[in-house]
Nanobody, 127 residues
């Protein structure tokens, strides 16, 4: 069973950048690896995902053009580069896997289909 470990969170001023990493141990990453975030008292929200077979990427509308997800097969690592950060991006960011092909973007962005969550990493953006 794959185990995921997030790193790279921290405190940054608005307009700044952070780079999150998700490292896998055990089995290799499954069909998709992605990032979700969670605000206090809210459900986990889709941020970005990448397909390991063709490196196709998927983004929530709110992060398009500012966040970039990428994968490194040799290191079994997925990275989320976050630029032009805003205070509303403050959340705990989680890495997860989805082990099967998806039928639609809507399905991909639903956290119920994902698993193997890491412990999360806090991102705080100050205004």
């Amino acid at each position: 069973q794959v185990q995921l470990q997030e790193s790279g969170g921290g405190l940054v001023q608005a307009g700044g950048s952070l780079r999150l990493s998700c490292a896998a141990s055990g089995r290799t990453f499954s069909t998709y690896t992605g990032w979700f975030r969670q605000y206090p008292g809210k459900a986990r929200e889709f941020v970005a995902a990448i397909s390991w077979s063709d490196e196709r990427t998927y983004y929530a509308d709110s992060v398009k053009g500012r966040f970039t997800i990428s994968s490194d097969n040799a290191k079994n690592t997925v990275t989320l580069q976050m630029n032009s950060l805003k205070p509303e991006n403050t959340a705990v960011y989680y890495c997860g896997t989805l082990p099967r092909p998806i039928a639609s973007f809507g399905e991909l962005s639903e956290s119920i289909w994902w698993g193997g969550w890491g412990q999360g990493t806090q991102v705080t953006v100050s205004s």
